[in-house]
């Protein structure tokens, strides 16, 4: 009988740790990359509550951006931030507290941003990130939708690797140091493309994007690789600085060699917040869409009943989340469209073209599409 009993406490004292080690879902573990972290897939806020209303009730956005990144996020001398990706900080600020400079942002490696978002340092990330399947499941992240189809691509310097051309695929790299920054799925599409190619690379890691580069210039690093929209804003910096040669760095293959859908990244299981950062996205979609600038909204907000839900008039959803009704006004009004938040930071300054792009709206025969706002 003593026996039995012995067994069973040892039984149940094994159910008691293992139920244990599920709660160790709130610790940290790091991968195999060493890179990227696991994080808690219960809770995430601090108090139970939405960000929603912490966001409110601070009266402030903190927005992760890299902060480094040309075109997407540069961070400024008075700590503003120029770019695509920031845009996007402003446009939520904008929805949910009526002011698009109530942002406070945070520059962050691409290895620190899912622990920076864990660890309640910021409200949202945006910061040309990838979504993929271990950050939306393992690392306890959810997406909203993507604002940039991107993919990604590598640049070198015909004058030190000859023959290459933007017809150049993996055989142009055997043999090659490569650069990157940790922590992003560049690292880790090279290794694997390289090895499914047959070529062998060297492949070397730094801290942030910019690093690469500089090894690229002083021809330590044969190659750099990060998405296609990274080296093209890197390259028109470099032409605009009057670096010698870089209007003839070459951006191959064509075909990018991946995926990289980038978007705003949210805490999983904050789900009050993630509808409004959706939203946010979706209404800059619905007025490109609907051809809504923030220099026609104001003559063009009732011109359809879906534009007047989605700009506070009769019908509207804005109060039903949480937010102001005039949100999406306030969003498209002080920040812009898509398209105008496309051309201002990516086409305008470094001749990112969104036409042929995935970019383009869904009838023009891209992947821009919003559900209806009704
Ligand atoms: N999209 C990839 C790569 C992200 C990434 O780090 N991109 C570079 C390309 S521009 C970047 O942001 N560099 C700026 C920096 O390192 O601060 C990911 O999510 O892992």
Redesign the pocket.
Known sequence: MMKRLALLFAVLALVAAACGSSSSEDSTTTTAGGTETTVATGQETPSGESTLDTVIARGTLKCGI?????G?SETQADGSATGFDSDYCKSIAAAVLGDATAVEYTAL??AQRFEALKNNEIDVLI????YTQSRDTDIGMDFAPTTYY?GQQLMGNPETLPGLTADSGFEAIDGATVCT?A????EKNITEGASVAGVSITLETVE???EAMEKFKAGTCDLVT??G??LF??RAAEVAAGTPGAENWVIFPKAPISK?P?GPVVRQNDSKWKDVVDWVVFASFIADEHGVTSATIDSMMNDTPELTRLFGGEGELQTAMGLPADAFYQSIKQVGNYGEIFERNLTGPLGLERVGSYNMQWFDGGLIYAPPAR
């Not at 910061?127 to 990838?130: A, F, I, L, P, S």
């Not at 922590?183 to 560049?186: F, L, P």
Request: aromatic residues 6%; glycine residues 14%.
């Open positions: 890299s902060g480094s990144a040309v997407f490696s691409a910061r040309n990130t990838t991107d920054n922590g992003t799925t560049t942030q994007f910019p990060t998405d929209s990274g804003g890197n990289e980038l």
